[in-house]
């Protein structure tokens, strides 16, 4: 019979034999969910780096071609940026309403045929081109996070012009410029009413809701949430991460805005605008739209806005509800 020193003996050998398995088993699953993290954490600079390390050249369009007289405007932003737009006047103005466009197309000037409809409605114009956009100055996109300078380069610019004294300013944007446009109004005290189509509630939900969009599984999607901030932070500075639409739609205190969508948007997701909505309830004017219409107004109809009837009544409507006479 064996003793039990002998006994004890083998067991502590057992256990030092088991020893080196788990650590090595523990440095596995250590190595493993670090390149896991690594992996995740490079898809947002992966993807995302091409679509705001440029500037963006278009053709503009000719005021001309839409039947408006335009005057050049130049404008430049706090931060030094020099911005082209354009101003279209109406006589004796109930409003001014400021148009901003998406972050890779089309160029502002494709507005000029809302801006027409602006002013034979009796509401002016000024179609800014955002920053590293078209001949605007620039070489980033900030995926208007920024962007809320240009807007306010133009507030300023229309408050420092008498003839326009104590005339509403409506902050109107499409996509990026939704998103824009929203945030601006959170931002700048002297904007009056916000019309935002197509907007994004945050880049981080835009991301994830477009990798859902292409089949990739939600929790899969939800995880790049983080990954996509931390890029942001390190692209555009910690602080501007507080600049987005879902926080900066809370500070509309009371004033209008029209938030429009189509429920099939495949490039910024219907989720969005649910989102949005959500946010603030109660405290906005929606227009929805079936089937895929990023710029909500119906594609063939876009140069003439005023031909979608269902459209254009709903931002009319809006327009002279609050600031009509």
Same mark, same amino acid.
């Given at each position: 019979?064996?003793?039990?020193?002998?006994?004890?003996?083998?067991?502590?050998? =057992?256990?030092?034999?088991?020893?080196?398995?788990?650590?090595?088993?523990?440095?596995?699953? +250590?190595?493993?969910?670090?390149?896991?993290?690594?992996?995740?954490?490079?898809?947002?600079?992966?993807?995302?780096?091409?679509?705001?390390?440029?500037?963006?050249?278009?053709?503009?369009?000719?005021?001309?071609?839409?039947?408006?007289?335009?005057?050049?405007?130049?404008?430049?932003?706090?931060?030094?940026?020099?911005?082209?737009?354009?101003?279209?006047?109406?006589?004796? /103005?109930?409003?001014?309403?400021?148009? #901003?466009?998406?972050?890779?197309? /089309?160029?502002?000037?494709?507005?000029?045929?809302?801006?027409?409809?602006?002013?034979?409605?009796? $509401?002016?114009?000024?179609?800014? @081109?955002?920053?590293?956009?078209? =001949?605007?100055?620039?070489?980033?996109?900030?995926?208007?996070? =920024?962007?809320?300078?240009?807007?306010?380069?133009?507030?300023?610019?229309?408050?420092?012009?008498?003839?326009?004294? !104590?005339?509403?300013?409506?902050?109107?944007?499409?996509?990026?410029?939704?998103?824009?446009?929203?945030?601006?109004?959170?931002?700048?005290?002297?904007? !009056?009413?916000?019309?935002?189509?197509?907007?994004?509630?945050?880049?981080?939900?835009?991301?994830?809701?477009?990798?859902?969009?292409?089949?990739?599984?939600?929790?899969?999607?939800? +995880?790049?949430?983080?990954?996509?901030? #931390?890029?942001?932070?390190?692209? $555009?500075?910690?602080?501007?991460?507080?600049?987005?639409? #879902?926080?900066?739609?809370?500070?509309?205190?009371?004033?209008?805005?029209?938030?429009?969508?189509?429920?099939?948007?495949?490039?910024? /997701? $219907?989720?969005?605008?649910?989102?949005?909505?959500?946010?603030?309830?109660?405290?906005? @004017?929606?227009?929805?739209?079936?089937?895929?219409?990023?710029?909500?107004? =119906?594609?063939?109809?876009?140069?003439?806005?005023?031909?979608? @009837?269902?459209?254009?009544?709903?931002?009319?409507?809006?327009? !002279?509800?609050?600031?009509?006479?």
């Amino acid at each position: 019979m064996k003793s039990s020193s002998t006994f004890s003996n083998l067991y502590i050998r =057992r256990v030092k034999r088991k020893k080196p398995v788990k650590k090595i088993i523990t440095i596995i699953v +250590i190595i493993l969910t670090a390149v896991i993290i690594a992996a995740l954490a490079a898809i947002p600079p992966l993807v995302m780096k091409e679509i705001i390390h440029l500037h963006v050249d278009f053709e503009e369009k000719s005021p001309s071609d839409f039947g408006v007289e335009a005057e050049e405007v130049w404008l430049t932003t706090e931060d030094g940026i020099r911005l082209i737009s354009w101003e279209v006047k109406a006589h004796d /103005p109930k409003g001014i309403v400021i148009f #901003l466009s998406g972050i890779h197309n /089309p160029s502002v000037t494709a507005f000029f045929g809302h801006a027409k409809m602006m002013a034979e409605n009796g $509401y002016s114009s000024l179609l800014i @081109e955002m920053r590293s956009h078209g =001949r605007s100055e620039g070489d980033k996109i900030y995926i208007g996070t =920024r962007e809320y300078l240009d807007t306010k380069a133009g507030v300023e610019y229309i408050k420092g012009k008498p003839e326009y004294g !104590d005339v509403p300013v409506i902050v109107f944007g499409v996509s990026m410029g939704g998103a824009t446009a929203i945030n601006s109004t959170g931002e700048i005290p002297d904007i !009056d009413g916000l019309i935002s189509l197509s907007a994004f509630s945050t880049a981080q939900d835009l991301f994830s809701d477009t990798m859902i969009g292409m089949g990739v599984p939600p929790v899969i999607a939800a +995880i790049q949430k983080p990954f996509v901030k #931390l890029y942001m932070g390190f692209e $555009y500075g910690f602080g501007s991460l507080k600049i987005n639409p #879902l926080d900066e739609i809370k500070k509309l205190n009371g004033r209008p805005a029209l938030l429009m969508h189509s429920t099939e948007d495949s490039q910024v /997701p $219907y989720s969005s605008f649910e989102r949005l909505i959500a946010a603030v309830p109660g405290q906005i @004017e929606t227009f929805v739209r079936a089937g895929d219409h990023h710029f909500v107004c =119906r594609d063939e109809c876009f140069k003439e806005p005023w031909t979608d @009837e269902e459209y254009a009544g709903a931002v009319l409507s809006f327009l !002279d509800k609050y600031f009509g006479d």
